[in-house]
């Protein structure tokens, strides 16, 4: 979901529990009367919705997309990307390490999966078991290749941690408790490498600060001096790859 805010003069002195939902030019309309003088574009699932103040009027609105017309174009485009990549399996591909595969399946009565020239291919002895093959090969190359990393990692920026636990997630890529335990989705494995370096380095600076506040990111940095592109990277393209079914 892609957002954007600002302030709308129109709003004021409404009831907070009154909203009304309509349809402009294909565009989904949520009128509410509670107290913000704010707007919000959102894009869910390839379209447009605007949430407003209750009497912002139609005139306004139109001009408001008019004006936002390139940011509400490239986000559409953007979300329709992740939407695709969010039953990557159906649409043919998986992504691994930040690689787009290709599936390619054949029936066999031994099942095995590798990868070759930018190709998974999958042995498959029942049609029906083959999206439980993929998946059960990525958690295991995700178990391996994760444990590995974040053991490298954790001795290259000296900071140790206490254990850790591959999990599987739809809002979170991992967290840290106080005592050092670290968790982690096994959807990473889906992401660059930078990307899951970064993710673990952030796991990993927690053990020493454990908020998010300036010292934890001068520290993220000073481990990741790419840092910043990692996390954009994650921002715009997370959402695809975190909802992974």
Not at 11 to 16: F, I, M
Not at 81 to 102: A, R
Not at 123 to 130: G, H, K, N, Q, V
């Amino acid at each position: 979901m892609f957002s954007f805010n600002f302030t709308n003069i129109f709003s004021h002195g409404l009831k907070v529990d009154k909203k009304k939902v309509q349809k402009i030019q294909d565009i989904k309309i949520i009128r509410t009367a509670r107290r913000s003088k704010s707007i919000s574009l959102k894009i869910r699932n390839g379209e447009l919705e605007i949430s407003c103040p209750y009497n912002t009027s139609e005139i306004f609105i139109k001009n408001l997309v008019e004006r936002k017309k390139l940011w509400i174009e490239k986000n559409i485009e953007r979300s329709k990307k992740n939407h695709l990549k969010i039953d990557q399996i159906s649409n043919g591909f998986i992504t691994y390490k930040g690689l787009e595969l290709k599936l390619v399946k054949k029936k066999s009565s031994i099942e095995r999966i590798f990868v070759e020239d930018k190709k998974l291919k999958i042995f498959y002895s029942d049609e029906s078991r083959i999206r439980k093959l993929i998946i059960e090969w990525l958690k295991l190359q995700a178990n391996n290749f994760l444990r590995t990393r974040l053991l490298f990692l954790s001795k290259r920026i000296s900071i140790q941690f206490n254990s850790l636990t591959i999990k599987s997630y739809t809002a979170r890529w991992g967290s840290c408790n106080v005592r050092g335990d670290i968790f982690l989705n096994w959807k990473l494995i889906m992401l660059p490498e930078s990307v899951i370096d970064y993710v673990l380095i952030h796991e990993l600076a927690h053990i020493n600060v454990p908020n998010h506040s300036k010292k934890f990111w001068e520290l993220v940095k000073k481990k990741d001096p790419n840092y910043c592109k990692n996390q954009q990277w994650l921002k715009n393209n997370g959402s695809s790859f975190i909802l992974f079914k």
